[in-house]
């Protein structure tokens, strides 16, 4: 095989080769995004989408395999390709057991929290909070804050590893390829809803496994094998280690002595042990049980099995990370050990267009230069894959956020047709906020991109994982502990995160002179210690004010979870007006084919849906407030979990 066809970004002899200009890899692209194209359109014209439960929650109609592949798929977005295959580049396997941590809490997110979401009868998790507490300023802030996460970390850093790819593999101008990327995204997002989202995520699981298996094959091939690629990457040290006459420190290039140990010292480890049990999992917590995008995929399951078994499968998927992502990034250093592992700042910013380092091109330089030509094609659509897949789930969670913990504030009668093109609208907008974003990222992306993501995440996630936590095992917790505990929490997290970024990461060459007692705790400790922090305020104001009766919390939190009585909503308000289409009969006589076309495309029913009586209405009620399971899958799904739990264990201890 010809491996020689192109070295992305190598010198200037490279600038106007482009890899991806044949028509085997061409061909492969274009049936792929057909391909795509034409599952969301099924999914489009199979499901209803003329509700806000159609639209939102697919119905609660899913079954366990997509809504597992979904939410393997929502994870993984090309983030995880550049981010994970460049931060093991640099450190070794320590970054697969941020995946495999995930084992343990899909366990969880499945047989604790999604049972309360479920019998609580939400939508959003905002929606959650104010059934919990009452009042509407932890729902609206929660909202806005978790609207801010997602630009910040989930579509900044997929964009921008995304971009990074597509700038390697076809030399075209960044923002036209994420324009184009987003249009594709957002025409199955803005009109198929979240069963769209589900089928086609489904489908991008299968391609994004099927291209990075082969590209581990290729990988493994060419290093010779599991006990080569050992030894070869302790060995891995780029040649050009003098800056300006200066020798660099070997400690910045030569790889860690305990790279293929995933617990390391907790003192001066990169990744301590105590931070990637504890502290990981406080940010697992809220990532996994708490954020509207993976829990939004559970609320559709059609029942309690498949949200167990959804949850399981995703469990399952989740050790693949480490093979698919983090050897070959390893591998990468290798095979291109003085590009990916260059130290001297301006042969860094000669190869890869910035000083501190050059790892987050592994995955993509290897793919370019390992892969014949078809299956490069392949996974250029791999990438593209996940970079879609995690934005159409951002994109769809965002909007339903917005449109049912925002809007309905400004607009308190709204109709289900208003709020779903409220919803739509708001896509579009986060596109445009979006694109606005990328070249703030590309002047403030230093480093590694996972720590980036992981870091911004420790600082601003775990308040919000204090207050879910302890609003559904402590009884006590109230809307003052809560919001207080919010605040407390926000203020301490941003002004670590605030003063990180004004006097800058650095690199090993040139350390940042952050003063240690803000920036010398490691990321995952300051976790730590701002989830305890949190709880603390959040259970001292609770206790010092007054409680909620139970009659507020009946299946709202673990104790009262079997409860039957009927519960008072705190501060119950209907979103929706039932008299808001009053008008609309008069509409409904003459309807022009143009009109019938557009209302078929955003899945508008024509007609009135008919209204309920108030029996009609509990039975729905009811359905979607069931957990039942049948005792023979109820059985099946519980065997799984502690079978994902103890394979789990065994992927820690053997690589500990």
Not at 110 to 123: C, S, T
Not at 239 to 251: E, F, H, R, Y
Request: hydrophobic residues 50%.
């Amino acid at each position: 095989m010809d491996t020689t066809t192109f070295a992305p970004t190598t010198g200037p002899s490279s600038k106007n080769e482009i890899p991806i200009n044949n028509a085997a890899d061409i061909s492969v692209i274009v049936v792929y995004f057909v391909v795509v194209l034409a599952v969301g359109l099924w999914a489009m014209v199979r499901t209803s989408r003329g509700t806000v439960g159609g639209f939102f929650l697919a119905g609660r109609s899913m079954v366990w395999w997509p809504i597992g592949a979904s939410l393997f798929a929502s994870n993984i977005g090309s983030g995880h390709f550049v981010g994970l295959a460049g931060t093991a580049a640099a450190g070794g396997i320590v970054i697969g057991g941020f995946e495999w941590n995930a084992l343990v809490i899909v366990v969880f997110l499945g047989w604790v929290f999604v049972p309360i979401y479920v019998k609580a009868g939400v939508v959003t998790m905002p929606e959650y909070l104010r059934k919990r507490f009452g009042g509407n300023r932890i729902r609206i802030y929660l909202s806005v804050l978790s609207l801010l996460l997602y630009i910040f970390t989930k579509i900044s850093a997929d964009m921008f590893s995304g971009a990074i790819f597509i700038q390697q593999a076809m030399k075209i101008n960044i923002y036209i390829a994420i324009v184009m990327l987003l249009l594709i995204t957002a025409v199955y997002t803005v009109t198929g809803g979240l069963a769209a989202v589900i089928y086609t995520d489904t489908l991008q699981t299968i391609i994004m496994l099927v291209g990075s298996f082969i590209l581990m094959g290729f990988a493994f091939n060419k290093v010779g094998g599991y006990e080569a690629f050992m030894d070869k990457y302790m060995k891995a040290i780029p040649s050009m280690v003098i800056d300006n006459g200066t020798l660099i420190d070997a400690k910045c290039y030569t790889p860690r002595a305990d790279a293929f140990h995933i617990f390391r010292d907790p003192i001066n480890g990169d990744m301590p042990w105590p931070g990637l049990i504890f502290g990981l999992t406080i940010l697992a917590l809220w990532y996994w049980c708490t954020d509207q995008v993976i829990v939004q995929r559970c609320l559709s399951a059609k029942n309690m099995s498949h949200v167990k078994a959804g949850c399981t499968l995703c469990g399952y998927l989740k050790l693949l990370p480490m093979f698919l992502m983090v050897f070959p990034g390893m591998i990468s250093r290798i095979l291109y050990t003085d590009e990916v592992a260059c130290v001297v700042p301006s042969e860094c910013k000669r190869i890869c267009d910035t000083e501190v380092g050059c790892t987050n091109i592994a995955y993509p330089k290897m793919v370019i230069d390992l892969m014949p030509d078809g299956l490069r094609g392949l996974m250029l659509s791999v990438m593209l894959a996940s970079l879609m897949s995690s934005l159409t789930s951002i994109f769809n969670s965002a909007s339903t956020l917005f449109t049912m913990d925002i809007y309905t504030k400004i607009r308190k009668k709204a109709s289900e047709k208003e709020l779903m093109i409220a919803g739509r609208i708001f896509i579009l907008f986060l596109i445009g906020v979006s694109i606005a974003w990328v070249p703030i990222l590309q002047s403030a992306q230093s480093g590694q991109l996972f720590d980036y993501i992981q870091s911004i995440t420790s600082y601003l996630g775990p308040p919000i994982a204090a207050v879910f936590f302890l609003a559904i095992f402590v009884k006590r917790v109230n809307e003052q502990g809560a919001f207080w505990g919010l605040i407390v929490g926000l203020l301490i997290g941003l002004s670590r995160m605030i003063t990180e970024f004004a006097y800058g990461t650095g690199s090993c060459v040139k350390p940042s002179n952050c003063p240690k007692i803000i920036c010398g705790i490691h990321y995952l400790y300051f976790a730590m210690i701002l989830f305890a922090a949190s709880c603390i305020v959040i259970l001292a104001v609770s206790f010092m004010t007054k409680p909620i009766a139970d009659k507020h919390l009946y299946r709202l939190c673990f104790a009262l979870r079997n409860s039957k009585e009927e519960r008072e909503d705190l501060d119950a308000n209907d979103w929706i007006n039932e008299d808001a289409d009053d008008d609309y009969d008069e509409e409904e006589k003459k309807v022009s084919c143009l009109k019938k076309s557009y209302n078929w495309f955003c899945g508008f029913d024509e007609k009135k849906a008919p209204k309920l009586s108030p029996e009609e209405q509990k039975a729905l009620d009811a359905k979607m407030t069931d957990t039942s399971e049948k005792p023979l899958w109820r059985n099946v799904v519980n065997i799984n979990g502690i079978i994902l739990l103890a394979v789990a264990v065994f992927c820690h201890a053997y690589f500990a």
